[in-house]
């Protein structure tokens, strides 16, 4: 069975840092894409960052520079290094493997249960 | 960067059909994803690549996706549909961005 299971949230305080796991079993990590989605409380879905089974690796502008997507291949899990945080970082944050056929065509399944992030003084 | 723009909420009786669409510029040229999520739990993807499903989703969900507006259908509306429902794609304007829309509330009255 496929399975993603985040770890690692909690309460952090503006401008620390914080690394959020994601430990997969069912399939391999290193041979797929894999991505971080987040969502602010009462909020809809935001895409955070994206690991090619290449290991290319791409951000949105909103974390860029802040945050660091990597992997372990000898764990089989997929990590999120957020440095820098910021009150709007505040979210449920969500792993998901990527199922894709072309480089355009490409979608989210399955998700992991997600890990909160709260950045509050 | 790529706007899609879905309706805040939608209603309808059990056993209708709920129609949820999704705007962008030229979508119809694009691949649309739809994921349903319930409260307090993660999304759930219902159509993929414009309008096939995965497996266990049932017939019930429908897409499709032309011109500057996708939409999801789902027919014959059961209580257990009732959740937030978003569109999602692939922005090739961007730097291997993924974009979802807006979010639409489904209730069943």
């Known amino acids: 069975e496929v399975q993603l299971v985040e770890s690692g949230g909690g309460l952090i305080q503006p401008g620390g840092s914080l690394r959020l796991s994601c430990a997969a079993s069912?399939?391999?990590?290193?041979?797929?894409?894999m991505s971080w989605v987040r969502q602010a409380p009462g909020k809809g879905l935001e895409w955070v960052s994206i690991?090619?089974?290449?290991?290319?690796?791409y951000y949105a502008d909103s974390v860029k520079g802040r945050f660091t997507i990597s992997r372990d291949n000898s764990k089989n899990t997929l990590y999120l290094q957020m440095n820098s945080l910021r009150a709007e970082d505040t979210a449920v944050y969500y792993c998901a493997r990527m199922t894709t056929v072309t480089t355009e065509t490409n979608w989210f399944d399955p998700w992991g249960q997600g890990t909160l992030v709260t950045v509050s003084s | 960067s790529y706007v899609l723009t879905q309706p805040p909420s939608v209603s309808v009786a059990p056993g209708q059909t709920a129609r949820i669409t999704c705007g962008g510029n030229n979508i119809g040229s694009k691949s649309v994803h739809w994921y349903q999520q319930k409260p307090g739990q993660a999304p759930v993807l219902v159509v993929y690549d414009d309008n096939d499903r995965p497996s266990g989703i049932p017939e019930r969900f429908s897409g499709s996706n032309s011109g500057n507006t996708a939409t999801l259908t789902i027919s014959r509306v059961e209580a257990g549909d009732e959740a937030d429902y978003y569109c999602q794609v692939w922005d090739s304007s961007s730097d291997h961005h993924y974009v979802f829309g807006t979010g639409t509330k489904v209730t069943v009255l």
């Open positions: 069912g399939f391999t990590v290193s041979s797929n894409y």
């Open positions: 690991i090619y089974s290449g290991g290319s690796t």
